[in-house]
């Protein structure tokens, strides 16, 4: 089963806006995706299977099959972004921030629980940053993403470089939650069974916004 994502129904209203948005079978929307329909008033259409066919064994069989390779690719995804946390960490230290250097990796080591809470079928710990809860994050990073909207004029700046490296860290991480709802989507419920790890993935995305907006001279969140 595919997901479309959030930025995925973005890109495609940047280069044409709609007004019905029509899902082919076997087809999701994600949560945000949903939400960013909704707030322009789209309608969503899903489009039905032209005929019913009764399951067999063999298709059975593939199902099952299916879902171990989406399990597969979700963890392979996620050893891939951890990685990623790790590259980024060491390239923003080779140029001389520090402190960012640290904030990167303390945010890395949020993403490794949400890893192995995945494979050891737990729940997430809980992210304190900045000291900051979860709720405080949640607050003060609202709709932020929408409006860090980099492009090669950020590049050119003097901190460019970390700011382009935050923003390939955080589109890598979008691509968890369609990875994550492929694997632990309950048919049954229409519901993800764990929406706890998507949860704690986007506050994530949030924090590094924030990072994201600080290097770009904002004063909101600035210690």
Not at 34 to 59: G, H, I, M, W, Y
Request: proline share 3%; net charge negative.
């Amino acid at each position: 089963m595919k997901f479309i994502t959030e930025m995925e129904l973005r890109d495609l209203y940047k280069t044409e806006p709609f007004a019905t948005y029509v899902l082919e079978p076997d087809t999701k929307i994600t949560p945000g995706a949903r939400q960013f329909l909704v707030d322009r008033r789209v309608t969503l259409v899903q489009a039905q299977c032209s005929d019913d066919k009764k399951s067999n064994p063999s298709e059975l069989k593939l199902t099952q099959q299916g879902e171990k390779w989406c399990t597969q690719r979700l963890r392979g995804r996620m050893d891939w972004i951890e990685s990623l946390f790790l590259l980024t960490a060491a390239e923003v230290i080779r140029s001389g921030d520090a402190v960012l250097s640290e904030e990167v990796m303390a945010l890395g080591k949020a993403f490794r629980n949400v890893r192995n809470a995945e494979r050891e079928q737990l729940a997430p710990d809980t992210i304190q940053f900045w000291g900051w809860s979860e709720e405080e994050i949640k607050q003060r990073s609202e709709h932020l993403e929408k409006y860090v909207d980099i492009s090669e004029f950020h590049v050119r700046l003097e901190n460019g470089k970390e700011i382009a490296l935050l923003n390939h860290l955080r589109a890598s991480l979008r691509e968890v939650e369609p990875a994550m709802l492929e694997t632990y989507w309950n048919e049954d419920k229409q519901a993800c069974s764990r929406q706890d790890l998507i949860d704690t993935v986007n506050l994530i995305i949030n924090i590094l916004c924030m990072m994201m907006w600080k290097c770009l001279g904002g004063q909101k969140w600035k210690r």
